[in-house]
């Protein structure tokens, strides 16, 4: 096994194993916050307030993950032949 090899072995682990667990678990808190702040706790203020925290916290790191993952693969695409 090569170094290019080896190195493209582990891009894709990331890219097809890592990466859609941590996007799962950032949708899942997405959803935690949805559920959290307007179905469980919609009477509650200060519970409403955690809740919206957390689900904006979630769509903040899906953005940011979408965000990272598009420029590593665009910057992959164009200067490596992956």
Same mark, same amino acid.
Do not use: C, D, K
């Given at each position: 096994?090569?170094?290019?090899?080896?190195?493209?072995?582990?891009?894709?682990?990331?890219?097809?194993?890592?990466?859609?667990?941590?996007?799962?678990?950032?949708?899942?808190?997405? @959803? =935690? *916050?949805?559920?959290?702040?307007?179905?469980?706790?919609?009477?509650?203020?200060?519970?409403?307030?955690?809740? /919206? !925290? &957390?689900? @904006? =916290? *979630?769509?903040?790191?899906?953005?940011?993950?979408?965000?990272?993952?598009?420029?590593?693969?665009?910057?992959? /695409? !164009? &200067?490596?032949?992956?």
């Amino acid at each position: 096994m090569t170094f290019a090899e080896f190195v493209n072995a582990v891009v894709g682990f990331f890219n097809y194993y890592v990466v859609p667990v941590i996007f799962a678990i950032a949708f899942l808190s997405f @959803l =935690w *916050g949805i559920m959290s702040a307007f179905i469980y706790h919609g009477e509650n203020p200060s519970n409403q307030e955690a809740g /919206r !925290t &957390f689900l @904006l =916290w *979630g769509l903040l790191g899906m953005v940011v993950m979408f965000s990272v993952w598009g420029l590593v693969n665009m910057v992959l /695409r !164009t &200067f490596f032949s992956v």
